[in-house]
C-alpha cells in the first residue's frame, strides 16, 4: 500500500473505464454476457440517470501518470425497519493490476463516509462465500454479517 490513492465520482467522461472495470468485475464473478455492449451500456445508463452512485479509484503508475484501478457502484435505497434511507454496495471491484494499493479499502472507506454524509441508516453489501480477501477488508473495516438469510428468485 505504498501509492497515493485518489477516489473520485465518475461521471460522462469516465465511462469507457468505468465500464472496463465493470466488465473485470463481471468477469470476476463468472458471469456470461450475450451482448459484449451491455456491461457499458448498462453502467452509462446508471451513471447517466443518476440511479447509482459510481466512484473510480486512481493510482500513481510506476511509468508516471495515473491508472484508475477500481471501481465502486452503490444503489441508494431505504431500510423499512431503521425506516430510513440505506445503501447497498453492489460492487466493489480491483483489477489485478491495482490491487495492494490500497484501492479497494480506499473505495470502501469513502463509500461509508459519503453515507454517513448522508445520514443513511448502514451500507448493506454481499460477496461470494469463497472471497475471503473481501471479508477480510469487509469485517476490518466494521462490517459484520447479519443475521438475516438471503433469498433470491431468479426471473430469468
Given at each position: 500500500m505504498d501509492q497515493?490513492?485518489?477516489?473520485?465520482?465518475?461521471?460522462?467522461?469516465?465511462?469507457?473505464?468505468?465500464?472496463?472495470?465493470f466488465?473485470?468485475?463481471?468477469?470476476?464473478?463468472?458471469v456470461e454476457v450475450e451482448d459484449p455492449?451491455?456491461?457499458?451500456?448498462?453502467?452509462?445508463?446508471?451513471i447517466g440517470k443518476g440511479e447509482s452512485l459510481v466512484l473510480l479509484a486512481d493510482v500513481d503508475a510506476a511509468a508516471g501518470g495515473v491508472v484508475t484501478v477500481g471501481?465502486?457502484?452503490?444503489y441508494r435505497t431505504f431500510s423499512s425497519l431503521a425506516l430510513r434511507p440505506a445503501w447497498v454496495l453492489s460492487d466493489l471491484y480491483v483489477a489485478p493490476d491495482?490491487?495492494?494499493?490500497?484501492?479497494?479499502?480506499?473505495?470502501?472507506?469513502?463509500?461509508?463516509?459519503?453515507?454517513?454524509?448522508?445520514g443513511v441508516s448502514g451500507v448493506q453489501l454481499e460477496t461470494a462465500?469463497?472471497?475471503?480477501?473481501?471479508?477480510?477488508?469487509?469485517?476490518?473495516?466494521?462490517?459484520?454479517?447479519?443475521?438475516f438469510h438471503v433469498y433470491v428468485h431468479d426471473l430469468g
Open positions: 497515493r490513492v485518489v477516489v473520485r465520482e465518475a461521471g460522462d467522461g469516465d465511462i469507457e473505464v468505468a465500464a472496463g472495470l466488465r473485470g468485475y463481471l468477469d470476476f464473478y463468472r455492449r451491455a456491461p457499458r451500456e448498462f453502467l452509462a445508463e446508471r471501481l465502486a457502484q452503490v491495482g490491487r495492494r494499493t490500497g484501492a479497494g479499502r480506499a473505495l470502501l472507506r469513502e463509500v461509508l463516509r459519503r453515507a454517513r454524509e448522508a462465500y469463497d472471497n475471503h480477501v473481501a471479508q477480510g477488508l469487509y469485517e476490518a473495516e466494521g462490517f459484520v454479517r447479519d443475521e
